[in-house]
T-cell receptor, first 114, second 113 residues
Framework: SQQGEEDPQALSIQEGENATMNCSYK?????LQWYRQNSGRGLVHLIL?????REKHSGRLRVTLDTSKKSSSLLITASRAADTASYFC??????????????FGQGTILTVHP | NAGVTQTPKFQVLKTGQSMTLQCAQD?????MSWYRQDPGMGLRLIHY???????DQGEVPNGYNVSRSTTEDFPLRLLSAAPSQTSVYFC????????????FGSGTRLTVV
């Protein structure tokens, strides 16, 4: 299975602190994607890192990828109450029609206290 | 507005009834997928499509049928609803998943009694 596993399952921090979430996967990938889900809403795509990249930034988000360890991390800096959400990683399948077979783990629930 | 539109937003079915969840996108995306989300289970892939006329099974396809006759639409059919199919269903689409990720709809909350 291409499914990713997020760790920790839940994370509670104060506004202004940094939040780090980790993702592990088992098979080879083309890319790894991170998504956010606010309560009761659909997922929102945050960032995609390709297998030949080691680090990528987008605003307050920093993603790293270590293909030798089959792991990724998502860092949210200077967190805000609005960052409260569930975060999911999705390892992108290696190629061909399998590009469409994107699977998700159970996610990390992030709570940012004002 | 451009995006992924799911209808209905809420539905209650009786065991054994059939229904179709609708999904439409106006972004000319080739890739479309259906997921279900249950408490504590994350999202599980039901079926996906890589273009009109091409569909394939995901992780939990049993009890569901799909077809893709046009690029825009990807309906999900429940043939004979069971209480185990009570869930929130999400449709998603992508132009090129290996480069741009997926755009998700807002979901359909289905209860089977």
């Amino acid at each position: 299975s291409q499914q990713g596993e997020e760790d920790p399952q839940a994370l509670s921090i104060q506004e202004g602190e940094n939040a780090t979430m980790n993702c592990s996967y088992k098979t080879s990938i083309n890319n790894l994607q991170w998504y956010r889900q606010n309560s009761g809403r659909g997922l929102v795509h945050l960032i995609l890192i390709r297998s030949n990249e080691r680090e990528k930034h987008s605003g307050r988000l920093r993603v790293t990828l270590d293909t030798s360890k089959k792991s990724s991390s998502l860092l949210i800096t200077a967190s805000r109450a609005a960052d409260t959400a569930s975060y999911f990683c999705a390892p992108g399948p290696p190629g061909g029609t399998s590009y469409g077979k994107l699977t998700f783990g159970q996610g990390t629930i992030l709570t940012v206290h004002p | 507005n451009a995006g992924v539109t799911q209808t209905p937003k809420f539905q209650v079915l009786k065991t054994g009834q059939s229904m179709t969840l609708q999904c439409a996108q106006d972004m000319n995306h080739e890739y479309m997928s259906w997921y279900r989300q249950d408490p504590g289970m994350g999202l599980r892939l039901i079926h996906y499509s890589v273009g009109a006329g091409i569909t394939d099974q995901g992780e939990v396809p049993n009890g569901y049928n799909v077809s893709r006759s046009t690029t825009e639409d990807f309906p999900l059919r429940l043939l004979s609803a069971a209480p185990s199919q009570t869930s929130v269903y999400f449709c998603a689409s992508s132009y090129l998943p290996q480069s741009y990720g997926y755009t998700f709809g807002s979901g359909t909350r289905l209860t089977v009694v």
